[in-house]
């Protein structure tokens, strides 16, 4: 069964720092590219940052967290992270976990998405 387990969120000052962690089992995670997406209050989930699974992780991010926000895995924890620093209140949304891809014995990609944890800058 996959599972994809978030913690770290929780309530910070602007300026401030977290790190979010997203446990994965499952699948094969080292297969799989892995993101985070958010979704504040009344807006649409938007794509965060995405590291890919292949040659040395590259790595892409949304225009508004580029220089703030690393994205990093840990194939051997199965394990991605969201480092997120210099936080500012419109950052506070819900921030879920993604992964997309497919088993070496299917054709077929898949996407599977975390539960999500709560994320609110604010002083």
């Known amino acids: 069964q996959v599972q994809l387990v978030e913690s770290g969120g929780g309530l910070v000052q602007p300026g401030g720092s977290l790190r979010l962690s997203c446990a994965a089992s499952?699948?094969?995670?080292?297969?799989?590219?892995m993101s985070w997406y958010r979704q504040a209050p009344g807006k649409e989930r938007e794509l965060v940052a995405l590291i890919t699974s292949v040659g040395a992780g590259s790595t892409n991010y949304a225009d508004s967290v580029k220089g703030r926000f690393t994205i990093s895995r840990d194939n051997a924890k199965n394990t991605v992270y969201l480092q997120m620093n210099s936080l500012k209140p419109e950052d506070t949304a819900v921030y879920y976990c993604?992964?997309?891809?497919?088993?070496?014995?299917?054709?077929?990609?898949?996407?599977?998405w975390g539960q999500g944890t709560q994320v609110t800058v604010s002083s």
């Open positions: 499952g699948f094969t995670f080292s297969r799989y590219v």
């Open positions: 993604n992964a997309l891809g497919r088993e070496i014995y299917s054709t077929t990609q898949y996407a599977y």
